[in-house]
């Protein structure tokens, strides 16, 4: 068994900064893409940010030069640092990781519960 836990949401006022966590738990061999998605009210979900086990990461273009992902492949953690944060970006954000457990013969999808970021203008 593997669980996600996110946290780090909340509200903050436009131009302010946010750091998201999610950690994986469980039954875990290996971990390959660590992911940021967000969907706001009435859209479809979108990538935010996305990170390979290899090392390369990729951005919306709406959030380049803004937002940091990192990850932590020791400790199954995968970070969203958040800065010069706008009102588009209020969503609900969700962690994605491909993991390899040791109790399956191939990798999977884990999706975080999510976690609210709210930017008020």
């Known amino acids: 068994q593997v669980q996600l836990a996110e946290s780090g949401g909340g509200l903050v006022q436009a131009g302010g900064s946010l750091r998201l966590s999610c950690a994986a738990s469980g039954s875990i061999f290996s971990t390959d893409a660590m992911d940021w998605y967000r969907q706001a009210p009435g859209k479809q979900r979108e990538l935010v940010a996305g990170?390979?086990?290899?090392?390369?990461?990729k951005y919306a273009d709406s959030v380049k030069g803004r937002f940091t992902i990192s990850r932590d492949d020791a400790t199954n953690t995968v970070y969203l640092q958040m800065h010069s944060l706008k009102p588009e970006d209020t969503g609900s954000y969700y962690c994605h990781l491909y993991i390899y457990s040791t109790d399956a013969f191939k990798g999977r999808d884990y999706w975080g519960q999510g976690t609210q970021v709210t930017v008020s203008s």
């Open positions: 990170s390979t086990s290899g090392g390369s990461t």
